[in-house]
């Protein structure tokens, strides 16, 4: 089973106001920091969540630049499951939950699978 939030958070008027006018500008300087900080906020959130109910230890959690050159930064987090692995998460803003690190270096959707 895929793991994802059963609704998206929709973005505050605000933000999304600020969204337009930087992709007005042609997205020519970085992500306004209140998108950033909305989605680092969701994640940390998520986070929360899935290591209760998955039985996760969060070994460290750290928010990065996403290496778009575009100022975002999302959460990463290096989890330890119930059965002593341990997986890299990666929020990803547009689906508004995590992906997993996979062994080729991409990223996958993630799955209780990945956290067993």
């Known amino acids: 089973m895929i793991i994802l939030k059963s609704q998206k958070t929709e973005l505050p008027e605000s933000i ?3 969204m337009q006018a930087w992709r007005d500008r042609e997205c020519l300087d970085d992500v306004p920091q209140s998108y950033v900080d909305f ?18 230890d969060v070994v460290i959690m750290t928010v990065n630049n996403d290496g778009w050159f575009d100022g975002m ?5 290096t989890v330890r499951t119930r059965t002593d692995r341990y ?30």
């Open 16 to 18: 999304v106001q600020e």
């Open 39 to 56: 989605h680092a906020d969701l994640a940390k959130e998520e986070l929360k969540r899935i290591s209760s109910f998955y039985g996760l």
């Open 73 to 77: 930064n999302l959460v990463t987090a």
């Open 87 to 116: 997986v890299l998460l990666s929020w990803h803003d547009g689906n508004q939950g995590f992906m997993v690190q996979v062994p080729c270096g991409e990223q996958s959707i993630l799955t209780e699978k990945d956290l067993a």
